[in-house]
């Protein structure tokens, strides 16, 4: 059989399969890639991932199925040798190969800007000052990380800080993200937000959940000895149940409040605490 016949049969083999097993994939995978539908910016993610997914898996096939066509097709014959065209100087190939890798990653790269910025950071960090920050109302949460736990204060009810994440269904929040001592990541798995915690800076990052669900924070940064203790799980409740749990937490904490210093974007590290 001649070479063009090879690379013929192969191309037709890896189109058919592509062709089928691509949304068969998206179909069987896509409900259960990560991070869920919790939060606006979760399913952005979600679809992110598809993409990702549908751009992976003709690559995937390529190598796989090239690799079993070579085994049965390109054997050594016992006894003889068996060697094709070099491929190296081939222009055809190179040529192809270049372009396509080329638009293959350009193109991710377009997209992945492109959401960024329709998404508003896609509940990334954006830094002090986001190039997209979305319409509406926002509710401010702060998230201060230290050694080693996260604490949560809410500005808009007298500065009360909680050491729990409690946030309100339908509602976009604008999250402050620093930190009093070293370097921290605040990581809410299911609320698909990753968010540096770095001492003198806020970082902002938005996310507006969409369903009644309890979610994980995690610190995802080594930060010392007892980083692994900072887990916790937070809860995304109605309006009403927030309305409740808040004003709960501001008689609560009273005391503490008060001791506390003034709500401010970046502090000072401990013992003074003062905003910085
Ligand atoms: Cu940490």
């Not at 399969?17 to 069987?28: D, F, Q």
């Not at 938005?206 to 940064?221: I, L, N």
Request: aromatic residues 10%; glycine residues 8%.
């Amino acid at each position: 059989m001649s070479e063009t016949n090879h690379a013929r049969r192969f191309g037709l083999i890896w189109v058919v399969a592509t062709i089928i097993a691509t949304p068969l994939a998206i179909l069987l995978l896509g409900p259960i890639l990560p991070p869920g539908n919790g939060t606006e910016q979760a399913s952005g993610q979600v679809t992110d991932n598809k993409v990702l997914l549908a751009m992976a898996i003709p690559v995937l096939l390529l190598v796989v199925i090239y690799l079993i066509y070579a085994v049965i097709y390109f054997r050594q014959p016992t006894g003889g040798v068996l060697e094709g065209p070099a491929i190296r100087g081939n222009a055809r190939v190179q040529t192809t190969w270049i372009i396509v890798t080329s638009v293959l990653v350009l193109s991710l790269a377009v997209y992945g800007t492109a959401t960024l910025l329709a998404d508003n950071g896609a509940g990334s960090g954006s830094g002090p000052s986001p190039l997209t920050v979305p319409s509406g109302p926002k509710l401010p949460v702060q998230v201060i990380g230290q050694q080693w736990a996260f604490t949560y204060r809410y500005p808009t009810y007298g500065g009360v800080e909680t050491p729990h994440l409690v946030l309100p269904v339908n509602q976009m929040v604008e999250l402050h993200v620093t930190s009093l001592d070293v370097i921290h990541s605040f990581w809410a798995y299911q609320l698909a937000v990753k968010a540096d915690a770095n001492p003198q800076v806020d970082n902002i990052a938005f996310v507006k959940p969409t369903k009644v669900e309890t979610f994980e924070v995690r610190c995802s940064e080594l930060c010392g000895i007892w980083h692994g203790e900072m887990f916790d799980h937070g809860r995304v409740v109605t309006q009403a149940e927030f309305e409740t749990w808040i004003h709960q937490q501001q008689v609560t904490f009273a005391p503490a409040t008060k001791a506390l210093p003034p709500y401010s974007t970046t502090y000072l590290p401990e013992p003074t605490r003062r905003g910085g």
